[in-house]
């Protein structure tokens, strides 16, 4: 057991260590290289170095290049252990993470010389259009596409089980993938909301597959939250890099691909529910949306739009006066607590069967 579990932490170590050692390089050339993001919730809005990202993605594949490692040397007949996770799902992974890791950083540099009209504010960065995006997210999803990943019959939340067979690999893998990373996206603009949300889902994701046993899922999870919490360390308030949409777009497919070859479907959906109704929220407004706040004298965030709701940021910065940590903090709670639900949803079923 305890062997088992060192093909877990060694992974999830070398993840963590190369995406610090990546974020303080990317901090200097990033913004040596002109490709950076303003801070609209600060007073002068300080410009940071952009699409962080990128650390995490390069963490992310050398973590599971470890593992990938460790089940082919000294020899493939004589290798330190035995693989327990199939190698082409994990390269399948991999290969997915870093191409919607590459459309978010595309979206990153799209950086004009003076500022530009960007969702209700003036910006420097335009990104990608909006129909260009789940167009070129798409292209993330041929990889797990390609190897028929997952499982065909889904036990679903309150509807029960289904079998979807070829539509599954075919048609929901894909959606699944575009959803995940455009909704993901949707939600930040302040410090550590992005990073600490996606790291609170990953740490929800590792906890599942331990409890209920799927060592795929655990690997997976476990590597994908060193890579979050290393980032959010330096992207916490205040922040000192911004993670940009090479993040963002990773993070959700991540999270995705985790419950689609780690057998998480139904929990994943109930963790992913922040998302999915800041999806709809946004839609409200044909997603012409931004979740910042204005900064008021004493230091708090004030809605953008009053009392009308576009945002989870929007709902929270209406409840009560919030400084922008405060903000952050709010929806980590809240997606706690819908780990919690599923957990429980989870635990409640099994006590049925």
């Not at 950086?111 to 420097?124: F, P």
């Not at 959606?175 to 949300?197: E, H, M, P, R, V």
Request: charged residues 10%; positive net charge.
């Amino acid at each position: 057991m305890f062997h088992t579990y060192l093909t877990i932490i060694i992974p999830s170590i070398a993840a963590f260590i190369i995406t610090v050692v990546m974020t303080l390089f990317l901090m200097s050339y990033m913004k040596e290289s002109g490709v950076t993001a303003t801070d609209h919730n600060k007073k002068g809005n300080p410009t940071l170095a952009g699409s962080g990202g990128i650390a995490v993605a390069l963490g992310f594949s050398v973590g599971l290049f470890t593992y990938i490692f460790g089940s082919n040397f000294p020899s493939p007949t004589s290798p330190f252990y035995q693989p327990v996770a199939s190698l082409a799902v994990l390269f399948s992974v991999m290969l997915s993470i870093i191409l919607i890791s590459t459309v978010g950083f595309l979206d990153d540099i799209n950086v004009k010389r003076k500022a530009v009209k960007s969702t209700d504010m003036m910006d420097t960065r335009q990104g990608l259009k909006q129909w260009q995006k789940p167009v070129l997210t798409l292209i993330g999803a041929i990889p797990l596409v390609a190897i028929n990943a997952g499982v065909k019959t889904v036990a679903i939340p309150l509807i029960g089980v289904i079998n979807f067979g070829l539509f599954y690999p075919i048609v929901i893998i894909p959606l699944a993938i575009i959803f995940a990373a455009n909704a993901f996206n949707l939600l930040g603009g302040f410090d550590g909301i992005a990073t600490g949300t996606g790291m609170i889902a990953a740490f929800g994701l590792l906890l599942y597959s331990l409890l209920f046993g799927n060592y795929t899922g655990l690997l997976i999870s476990s590597v994908l939250f060193a890579s979050l919490v290393a980032m959010f360390i330096f992207n916490v308030y205040p922040a000192k890099i911004i993670p940009g949409d090479s993040f963002t777009y990773l993070v959700g497919a991540a999270l995705v691909s985790d419950m689609i070859v780690g057998g998480m479907e139904g929990f994943g959906i109930i963790i992913f529910m922040p998302w999915i109704i800041e999806f709809f929220l946004h839609l409200r407004r044909k997603f012409k949306v931004t979740d910042l706040g204005i900064m008021q004298k004493d230091g708090t965030m004030k809605a953008p739009y009053g009392r009308k709701i576009y945002s989870w940021t929007h709902i929270i910065m209406n409840l009560k006066k919030c400084r922008e940590w405060e903000v952050s903090l709010y929806m980590w709670v809240v997606e706690a607590l819908f780990i919690v639900l599923g957990l429980a949803i989870k635990l409640a079923t099994l006590k049925v069967i």
